[in-house]
């Protein structure tokens, strides 16, 4: 491999554009475990990384994908050998260094995952946005939160996060209330196992948020931060947890101590980004096992890498619902 094609996101006075390149081998990273991409994913991290001023992105150029998944194709490290199939997203990966659009990739071993279970396909459809899915669901478990104390809202619930975070709360017992913009997907959250489908969180956004408003949920899975996460963390009932890891709805929060020290609510925040390899690598097995999801082809579409970047523009406009596939290989 002395050359291979990449999607390359360079900035200037414009703005960023992006175009398929060829690079060098020379142009990849520094690291001990080299791949071929089979697939990659699209997050709104991805989106963010084109958009300026988007806050993810170190230096241009660089080639975006904060996921990937593929073959092995030369490794210094006694982990991993030729023909392993491996995953990686989080850490710098399409942000600080190039990621996962583009043929071939390389990656330090100790940011590597073992498939094991997982084809690559299934590993990219997962992503980030299934395994943060998979930590919030997990964090209010941990935290005590059981099927019979009551319904777990998830907000932002056609987004990547909430349509895997439905499904696996509904396959763990729980009473599931998604709460989205998009109505026309009440009957596709309900097939992922929502209980009931309801609107955005606040019902009232010009409303004057409340310290502590009725009690409603046992706990929440948020992806949209803001002002809904303040309507959420106002609701929980006495004991309850809110797992927050977006921010679509506004990095702000609006909010009081009152549901912390009156109802014993908690904010639990997901990062997947720089979660230890061990932690990392454990959690994805059991997504390969007893948590893999259930409807994943269902949420799931394919797009092929040269055309993702319209797929990209529906996310950072919100109009996109489930999880994209990026086709790398042969997908240029």
Partial sequence: MESFQALVARQDDDGIDVTVETLEESSLPPGEVTVRVLYSSVN??????????GGVVREYPIVPGIDLTGEVVASESPDFTVGDLVLAHGYQIGTGHHGGYAEYARLPADQVVALGALTPREGAAIGTAGFTAAMSVQALIDRGITPQDGPIVVTGATGGVGSVSIDLLAAAGFEVVASTGKADQADRLRALGAAEVIGRLPADPHAKPRPLAK?????????????????????????GAVAA?????????????????????????????LLRIEPRRALWERLGGSLRPRHLADITHEVDVKDVVSVLDEVRAGRYAGRAVVKVAGGF
């Fill in 245 to 273: 890891s977006g921010l679509t709805g506004g990095a702000g929060l609006n909010t009081t101590v009152m549901p912390f020290i009156l109802r014993g609510v908690a904010l639990l925040g997901i990062d997947s980004v």
């Fill in 44 to 53: 709104f991290k991805d989106a963010l990384a084109l958009t300026p001023k």
């Fill in 215 to 239: 009690t409603r949920w046992a706990g929440a899975v948020d992806c949209v931060g803001g002002a809904t996460l303040a309507d959420v963390l106002s609701t929980l009932r006495y004991g």
